[in-house]
């Protein structure tokens, strides 16, 4: 089992910028998939941004790209979702995710171990 605890969230107003942290234990984090996903009030949750498990490869949502960077630290068990330019649009849970695979995916049903999600809220 994996255990996944996020971090990082809060209210910023739009145009700032959020770091959100999500460190795991329990197994060997660099063998895993990542990636963050969110949902808003009434919405159906949605990716947000993947990355492969030696931080070869990345993948983000075209609604987040050029704002949103993934990252991870296979050393600290961490991965990481900066966040530039925020706008109201972006207020939702965010929740990161693992899976066990060789390909970065963007269907939340391909991942196996979720977070318990960190809010986040942009004002205007």
């Known amino acids: 089992q994996v255990q996944l605890v996020e971090s990082g969230g809060g209210s910023v107003q739009a145009g700032g910028s959020l770091r959100l942290s999500c460190a795991a234990s329990?197994?060997?984090?660099?063998?895993?998939?990542g990636a963050w996903f969110r949902q808003a009030p009434e919405k159906e949750r949605e990716f947000v941004a993947a990355?492969?498990?030696?931080?070869?490869?990345?993948d983000h949502a075209d609604s987040v790209k050029g704002r949103f960077t993934i990252s991870r630290d296979n050393a600290k068990n961490t991965l990481y979702l900066q966040m530039n330019s925020l706008k109201p649009e972006d207020t939702a849970v965010y929740y990161c995710?693992?899976?066990?695979?060789?390909?970065?995916?963007?269907?939340?049903?391909?991942?196996?171990?979720w977070g318990q999600g960190t809010q986040v809220t942009v004002s205007s």
């Open positions: 329990g197994r060997p984090f660099s063998i895993y998939y």
């Open positions: 990355i492969s498990a030696s931080s070869g490869s990345t």
């Open positions: 995710a693992l899976r066990y695979g060789g390909v970065v995916v963007r269907n939340a049903a391909g991942y196996n171990y």
